[in-house]
């Protein structure tokens, strides 16, 4: 079994590419003399444990965290309760990206204790396969895993949304019947029965209408007609 060797060279050009300028920068500016060498020897000593190569930064961070030093590219709730942790992604290089779905290149998923890089393209130029290319296959499994969470919540959230007002808007527009949609003959039948039924009710008012003295006599003997039936009402003295 081949021993892992650490690659400086490849070390070095990683730690001056442009992608980490912001960190650098920072980790120049505060860290210097024996406080600089401890910290590199503490990186190498790492290197020489999980046996594969790992970006210094990416190291660096945990580094950090562990040793509670909060530097300038990392933003948490408890700082900055204006900051929705949904939105706001922490790519590698120190940036914070605000997007609604996972930015197209490398970012931190914040975990309760540590950190894990997503990333979303990785390439290889040769068929070895190592301890690196495995590290890149998870990182692009994790990007993968974490767009599908953020884009499954974003359209269920949207349908759902989307779900209640169409309902609400059905339940004010659409009445329970439209009169408007009766046929012409079905309305001529219900005219034609109103007309019967009010002649039917005047005819039985002439019928059965009652006829009242205007002034009747006190001595005089009283009559009231009731259609064809007369009743007489005599006074009693």
Do not use: C
């Not at 530097?71 to 948490?76: F, L, R, V, Y």
């Not at 002034?215 to 064809?228: D, E």
């Amino acid at each position: 079994m081949n021993r892992y060797t650490i690659d400086k060279p490849t070390l070095h050009k990683e730690f001056y590419s442009v992608e980490w300028t912001s960190q650098r920068q920072w980790f120049l500016r505060n860290f210097k003399g024996d406080h600089r060498s401890e910290i590199i020897d503490s990186f190498y000593t790492f290197l020489e444990n999980v046996q594969t190569h790992v970006y210094f930064f990416d190291w660096f961070n945990v580094y950090l965290l562990r040793n509670k030093i909060s530097p300038p590219w990392i933003t948490t709730i408890t700082e900055d309760l204006s900051v929705n942790t949904l939105t706001i992604w922490h790519h590698k290089d120190g940036r914070l990206i605000k997007s609604d779905l996972p930015p197209n290149s490398s970012y931190f998923i914040p975990n309760l204790e540590d950190k894990y890089m997503a990333s979303p393209f990785k390439y290889k130029s040769d068929e070895t396969i190592g301890a690196q290319d495995i590290k890149a296959l998870m990182e692009q499994n994790n990007y993968t895993n974490k767009y599908l969470q953020v884009l499954g919540e974003n359209l269920v959230s949207k349908a759902s949304t989307s779900g209640i007002k169409e309902s609400e808007a059905q339940s004010i527009s659409k009445p329970l019947f439209k009169p408007a949609s009766l046929t012409s003959q079905t309305r001529n039948k219900f005219r034609a029965i109103h007309q019967n039924w009010t002649r039917s009710l005047e005819d039985s008012n002439k019928d059965n209408s009652v006829i009242i003295p205007k002034t009747p006599s006190t001595s005089q003997v009283g009559s009231v007609r009731h259609g064809p039936i007369t009743r007489s009402v005599s006074q009693k003295d």
